[in-house]
């Protein structure tokens, strides 16, 4: 059973057009989170909730926006598009995050939604 | 910041053992993952270690030093089916202000590039 869930898995959109991602789970996490992943290339990590707090990269450009209603859905906003964002874009969730004496969650990963900016 | 260095591509033998290594430098680390991912596919859990010394899973194994800033993912008797891209996540404190009279820190892992391992026959 789909346990982190990505739709659409395919998104074409166009320069400047806004698009929205989104990001469903069945685990009940605490913490959900967006990244982004060009090919060959690490993960790279735009924001995460913990519940609903909200925790933005520093280098995440304000083109980027997200959004978590309610424990179960995540959306990506790229509120305009640009032809360098177009890659994988990653949701993943854990059931927290590590504390200290070496207490951590491991992440799931649902299958990711690629992106075409034309 | 932080620095994470893993080799770009790695080939071995089905059969054979191949060793993967990670370096990282970064303040405030807690601890490290490796993960798995297919070609197109999510990234999959395969370990973590916290404390130095090896843990050992099956197949697969990952050994840490904290103090040399170095990890290492030991894939043994190996398959076709292990043909894939390992992404080794360095672990940080990142310092949080949720509000005016909140805050605190998570451990948020930070991934390398990853290391594409090619199994032949």
């Known amino acids: 059973d789909a346990m982190v869930i990505q739709n659409p898995r395919y998104q074409v959109t166009q320069f400047g057009k806004p698009v929205t991602l989104s990001c469903s789970q069945t685990?009940?996490?605490?913490?959900m989170y967006w990244y982004q992943q060009k090919s060959s290339q690490a993960p790279k990590l735009l924001f995460h909730?913990?519940?609903?707090?909200?925790?933005n990269e520093a280098d995440t450009p304000d083109n980027f926006q997200s959004r978590r209603p309610n424990t179960s859905f995540c959306f990506l906003d790229i509120r305009s598009p640009g032809l360098g964002d177009a890659a994988m874009y990653l949701c993943?969730?854990?059931?927290?995050?590590?504390?200290?004496?070496?207490?951590?969650?491991?992440?799931?990963f649902g299958p990711g939604t690629r992106l075409t900016v034309t | 910041g932080q620095n994470i260095d893993q080799p770009t591509e790695m080939t071995a033998t089905e059969g054979a053992i191949v060793q993967i290594n990670c370096t990282y430098q970064?303040?405030?680390?807690?601890?490290l993952f490796w993960y798995q991912q297919h070609a197109g596919e999510a990234p999959t859990f395969l370990s973590y270690?916290?404390?130095?010394g090896l843990e050992e899973k099956g197949r697969f194994s990952s050994f840490l030093s904290r103090s040399k800033g170095y990890s290492y993912l030991l894939l043994k008797e190996l398959q076709m089916k292990d043909s894939a891209s390992y992404l080794c996540?360095?672990?940080?404190?990142?310092?949080?202000?949720?509000?005016?009279?909140?805050?605190?820190?998570?451990?948020?892992?930070?991934f390398g590039r990853g290391t594409s391992l090619i199994v032949h026959p």
């Open positions: 996540a360095v672990e940080r404190l990142q310092a949080q202000l949720w509000s005016r009279n909140r805050a605190g820190g998570s451990y948020i892992p930070t």
């Open positions: 270690n916290v404390l130095d």
């Open positions: 909730y913990y519940d609903k707090d909200f925790n």
């Open positions: 685990l009940n996490h605490n913490v």
């Open positions: 970064t303040s405030g680390f807690n601890g």
């Open positions: 993943a969730t854990s059931r927290g995050t590590s504390g200290r004496g070496g207490y951590s969650y491991e992440q799931y």
